[in-house]
Every structure is written in C-alpha cells, then in structure tokens.
C-alpha cells in the first residue's frame, strides 16, 4: 500500500501570519498548474482523499478531473486549530505562550486551540481506516497533517506519533508530493 501525501497549494495569506484551521482561498490558476504538474505523477486506481479546507478542494477537484476519480472529503484531514492564534502575525504572539509550545509541543494548547495529541488521534484513526482498506490512496492535506501521517507509519501510541511529528522538519513545500510506503491490514 502506498500513500501519495500532497499539500495544498500557497494560499492567499501574508507572510508571516499564524494560520491552522482558518479557510484560506488558493487562486484557481495556481490550483490548475498543481494538479497538471502532479495528475501524471498519481496512480489513477487510488482512493482520492482530501482535507474539507478550501485550499485543499481547490486541489483536490482539479485532480479528481485529471484522475477520473471522486473527492472523498474527511475533516480528520483538517489541520492543527491554533484558537486564538490563528491569523494573528507571528511577531505578536507573545514569546512566552511561542517558548511553553515549543516547551511541549505534543501537549500544549497554542491559542486554546488544539494539541498536537489532539490532531495525532483524529489522524490516526484516518490512518488505520486507510490501512483496513488496504488500496493505494492520494491526500490533499496540510503540513502537519502530512507529518502526522508519516509518524503514525513508524508509531503505533498516539503519544510517540505526536512526538515524532513534533520533531519532525518543518519543510513540506506547498504542493508537494510525498510518497510513502506502508503496510495494510491492522
């Protein structure tokens, strides 16, 4: 079974704005360029899943045209909620709230929003429905979540999923395809 984990396209944001759950418009001509850049790279009998966001749909539509296959939308596929954080800029959330998550990023609620534990389980539960499926399956998701998907391969305990995204780099590019090989069954 392999998983052909995509992120989104650059949505319309400044730079430097915290945003996790926030809909965030991707122009249509940079969500068209994507998928013809990646449709040739993605098995046409996999299960196409994606992320309810809208910079995740406008992607994922464009592909499931191209592939002739159907969008399956979860919000298990949702990124991180940062609560109050989100699309505030970086530079004015106070440093001691950025130093306590980074402190204990698998734990701590940035913004009162949600905690990469949090994430880890919904994601998971993705997962382990995927690998019960056992097919080849393409993701239009987010960073995190595409992190989260590739700890959750080498951990089985929601807890070391989390740590291990938590860990992980941070340079998934916009648009990116990761492609992963991992077992199916349970």
């Given at each position: 079974?392999?998983?052909y984990?995509?992120?989104?396209?650059?949505?319309?944001?400044?730079?430097?704005?915290?945003?996790?759950?926030?809909?965030?418009?991707?122009?249509?001509?940079?969500?068209?360029?994507?998928?013809?850049?990646?449709?040739?790279?993605?098995?046409?009998?996999a299960?196409?899943?994606?992320?309810?966001?809208?910079?995740c749909?406008?992607?994922?539509e464009?592909?499931?045209?191209?592939?002739?296959?159907?969008?399956?939308?979860?919000?298990?596929?949702?990124?991180?909620?940062?609560?109050?954080?989100?699309?505030?800029?970086?530079?004015?959330?106070?440093r001691?709230?950025?130093?306590?998550?980074?402190?204990?990023?698998?734990?701590y609620?940035p913004?009162?929003?949600?905690?990469?534990?949090?994430?880890?389980?919904?994601?998971?539960a993705?997962h382990?429905?995927?690998?019960?499926d056992?097919?080849?399956?393409?993701?239009?998701?987010?960073?995190?979540?595409?992190?989260?998907?590739?700890?959750?391969?080498?951990?089985?305990?929601?807890?070391?999923?989390?740590?291990?995204?938590?860990?992980a780099p941070?340079?998934?590019?916009y648009?990116?395809?990761?492609?992963a090989?991992?077992?199916s069954?349970?």
């Amino acid at each position: 079974m392999r998983l052909y984990l995509i992120r989104h396209p650059q949505p319309e944001v400044a730079a430097g704005i915290c945003y996790g759950r926030s809909e965030l418009a991707v122009p249509v001509e940079r969500a068209l360029e994507a998928a013809s850049a990646l449709a040739p790279r993605l098995p046409r009998e996999a299960a196409l899943w994606s992320s309810p966001a809208a910079r995740c749909a406008a992607l994922a539509e464009p592909l499931a045209s191209a592939l002739g296959a159907t969008v399956r939308y979860d919000a298990r596929l949702l990124e991180m909620d940062f609560g109050a954080w989100e699309m505030q800029a970086w530079d004015s959330i106070p440093r001691s709230e950025v130093d306590a998550w980074a402190a204990d990023a698998a734990a701590y609620r940035p913004g009162g929003g949600e905690r990469v534990l949090d994430v880890a389980e919904r994601v998971k539960a993705f997962h382990d429905g995927l690998k019960s499926d056992g097919r080849d399956a393409v993701l239009v998701c987010h960073a995190g979540v595409i992190r989260l998907l590739l700890a959750a391969l080498a951990h089985h305990d929601i807890a070391d999923i989390a740590a291990a995204a938590a860990r992980a780099p941070h340079r998934i590019a916009y648009g990116e395809l990761v492609i992963a090989d991992c077992a199916s069954g349970p």
